[in-house]
């Protein structure tokens, strides 16, 4: 049987380092594809993966078990993007990255594959130019899978709100994609 968050987070704070490995395991495709999206390459989002790992091992006696343990390490790895992506020249280093990325692998001969690749591009930049509060709860809910209740707790709101924020969010990305065609 698979331990539960809390019993693996009750382990790592008595000092068993199998615990926190398990746990790492456990979230580590969560916390990379969140942390990603504010990296400018696949090396960069590696290591800040492993930042926001040493950031929850030393601040995991503060967790308090009230809520989801993913919802409190995606907003701690959230929080890591943040601040990495602040500065504007890496923001355009990932639009180019990501642009290249996508580009190098579409076959050159397929019009619906160009057609897909540039509207991806255009989806992209619209949810960049998105306050991060609605570009966050985009992501959470519809590519991290996330249920409202848990993206609500990441974004440290009630569900209504969240379901504001993403709706609004939806909104604005609907405008912005609109505009750009």
């Known amino acids: 049987m698979q331990a539960t968050d809390r019993q693996l987070v009750d382990a790592v704070l008595a000092g068993d380092f199998d615990a926190f490995d398990a746990l790492m395991r456990r979230y580590e495709r969560l916390v990379y594809s969140l ?104 992501e959470l809910r519809y590519l991290q899978e996330m249920p409202i209740r848990e993206v609500a707790s990441v974004l440290e709101c009630s569900e209504g709100v969240a379901r504001n924020i993403l709706f609004r969010g939806l909104r604005k990305l609907r405008q912005q994609l609109a505009e750009a065609s």
Do not use: C, M
Request: proline share 2%; net charge positive; aromatic share 6%.
């Open 35 to 138: 942390v990603a999206s504010f990296a400018t390459n696949s090396e960069e989002a590696l290591d800040l993966t492993q930042e926001v790992f040493l950031k929850v091992y030393r601040k995991l006696s503060a967790f308090d078990g009230r809520g989801a343990l993913k919802a409190w390490l995606a907003r701690i790895a959230i929080n890591e993007g943040i601040n990495l992506a602040k500065s504007a020249s890496r923001r355009q280093a990932r639009h180019e990255a990501w642009r290249v990325v996508h580009d190098d692998h579409l076959p050159a001969a397929q019009d619906r594959e160009l057609l897909h690749a540039e509207r991806k591009h255009q989806v992209a930049r619209a949810l960049d130019r998105l306050t991060p509060r609605h570009r966050l709860a985009i």
